[in-house]
């Protein structure tokens, strides 16, 4: 029979370096999960990707085990990695931070494409753009 599910709880945590302190730790803390086991496997699983925040979707049995899968980095994370750019623009509508080539966002897009709710690569494109935009970056028109 399968274990009945407590909770889902998604973290965004730095790959290979999380830490018990927060925000892992108190949150796996209020369910009664044991932290630095979670810590030590998302740690190991995630020891390739160091310098990206990687999400993690943990599932929560009433057991007190837990599963847990990580998905790709944030679009931000991703847009800044590519750019070289340390933070977004701090007026985003105001000031613009770098410029995104068309061919940039269609590597991106097609990066994040499996993370992303469409299946359909110029919704993710303009998915992409989109965050960009709020970022301060400006889109090449591709």
Known sequence: MA????AVIKL??????????????PILGQHGIPIMDFINQYNQATQNQ????????????????????????????????????????KEPRRETVAKLS????EV???????DLN????????KIIAGTAKSMGVEVENG
């Open 50 to 89: 160091k310098g990206s925040i990687v999400p993690a979707v943990i599932t929560v049995y009433e057991d007190r085990t837990f599963t847990f899968v990580t998905k790709l980095p944030p679009v931000s994370d991703l847009i800044k990695k590519k750019l070289g750019l340390k933070k977004g623009a």
């Open 3 to 6: 274990k009945k599910i407590k």
């Open 108 to 114: 991106i897009a097609k990066e994040k494409l499996k």
């Open 102 to 105: 068309a061919t940039d966002l």
């Open 12 to 25: 965004n945590l730095p790959a290979g370096a999380a830490t018990p302190g927060p925000p892992a730790g």
């Open 118 to 125: 469409t299946n359909n690569l110029e919704a993710a494109k």
